[in-house]
């Protein structure tokens, strides 16, 4: 340490100060290129990484509501299979709350079911769960109004799928 000060010395003021400014300078370039710089580049990785990586994460997502799907649909498929429509029927109007008053059976796993002075709410509900939580199609749908206020009677005619 002496030696850098007893060079120095021999120095006036001005180019003392070119010196250590040089010096500094130099100093800070090092400390940015051997440091800052392979940290930042780093960083700018990682923050691909992980964009890349919540892009997986949401395609895997995807991919399970799908398999979740999947094994609703042929949870139903089985539930459905056999020709026991009318047993699914029963069941799922009991729990909407409503009782059919006519029922007849087709070719092809149709049901024609009817429905007598039904609130129409409990209705548009079982036939939403009887649609997408079973997986039977509502082939054709009539409703008329009935003497009570929110009551209907309605024709439908579903097929197991």
């Known amino acids: 340490m002496n030696k850098l000060f007893e060079a120095l010395a ?29 940290l930042q580049a780093k960083r700018e990785q990682q ?3 992980n964009a890349s990586t919540s892009a997986a994460l949401e395609r895997v997502k995807v991919m399970a509501a799908k398999i979740q799907q999947g094994k609703r649909d042929s949870a139903a498929q089985s539930n459905n299979s056999g020709g026991n429509i009318s047993q699914l029927i029963d069941t799922t109007l009991q729990a909407n709350g409503l009782r059919m008053s006519g029922f007849q059976p087709g070719t092809r796993g149709e049901v024609r079911v009817r429905l007598d002075d039904v609130s129409y709410s409990a209705m548009m509900q079982w036939l939403y769960d009887i649609e997408y939580q079973h997986n039977v199609s509502i082939l054709d749908l009539s409703i008329a109004a009935s003497s009570s206020a929110g009551k209907v009677t309605a024709n439908v005619r579903l097929r197991s799928q």
């Open 47 to 49: 923050l691909l990484t």
């Open 10 to 38: 021999r120095y006036n003021r001005r180019e003392q100060t070119i010196l250590l400014v040089g010096a500094l300078a130099i100093i800070l370039y090092v400390l940015w290129m051997a440091i800052l710089s392979p």
